[in-house]
């Protein structure tokens, strides 16, 4: 599972695309996949759902410089998988 960002700038949006590499998720409590991200100070936590019903892709703005921690939720046969990432915001 490879994670690629784009545009990694406070008060941007910001493009979260996750390499699969060529497997297939499930959709999972109603989505394709899930990201939860958490400031550095665990003061703001968000949700985010993927763009479409058939991208593992999603789209969001953090509106503060930092540290983020993300976790990245997919369901493949049945059983969910979480995958941690550390991203810095500009």
């Given at each position: 599972?490879?994670?690629?960002?784009?545009?990694?700038?406070?008060?941007?949006?910001?493009?979260?695309?996750?390499?699969?590499?060529?497997?297939?998720p499930?959709?999972?409590?109603?989505?394709?996949g899930?990201v939860v991200?958490?400031?550095?100070?665990?003061?703001?936590?968000?949700?985010?759902?993927?763009?479409?019903?058939?991208k593992t892709?999603?789209?969001?703005v953090?509106?503060?410089?930092?540290?983020?921690k993300?976790?990245a939720e997919?369901?493949?046969?049945?059983?969910?998988?979480?995958?941690?990432?550390?991203?810095?915001?500009?």
């Amino acid at each position: 599972m490879e994670l690629k960002a784009n545009n990694i700038e406070a008060g941007q949006d910001i493009s979260l695309l996750f390499d699969l590499r060529g497997a297939t998720p499930e959709p999972y409590l109603g989505a394709l996949g899930h990201v939860v991200i958490l400031d550095e100070n665990a003061e703001h936590f968000i949700h985010v759902h993927p763009v479409s019903d058939d991208k593992t892709q999603f789209k969001t703005v953090l509106t503060e410089a930092g540290k983020y921690k993300l976790w990245a939720e997919f369901q493949f046969d049945g059983e969910v998988y979480v995958y941690a990432y550390v991203i810095e915001i500009r």
